[in-house]
């Protein structure tokens, strides 16, 4: 089991990682253009990608060229010169615990739960085996406990 803290952060978990270039798009497309990107070499088809801006994760449908990809659902929010983030793995199982004070957790449909302070959260698996990531925003110190799929 790997160990994750977050502490006054918002990030993913799995843990993400910036991608090359700018994309833009409008609000709910499917539709990613890029500048400067590297979709090709960078992302396969099901990866999930991290808008930091508007707090969202989506996952990548197709990959038409460097500089165009396609989203499986829409960001919410119309992206202008947007950065990305991809989270690098997928998780067999997560478990974490609020310490200190609540923290928000935002699922991929946008839908989001508080865990309150002292409070531990565990998602189910999908069918797939493995948990969907999400969206930590914490002001304060969140451990997570998660098992990496390489």
Known sequence: MAAQNITNATDTLPLSAALTGTIVSAAASKELVGTSTLFTTELNINDWIFDTVNVAIRQVERIDSDTVLWLKDGFADAQAGSTMKLLKNAARQI???ANGGDVTITFPNDDT?????GNSFT???KENGLVQPFIVTSAVSVNFDYDIVD
């Open 113 to 117: 739960l508080i865990i309150r302070d």
């Open 123 to 125: 998602p189910q698996a």
């Open 95 to 97: 478990s974490g615990v």
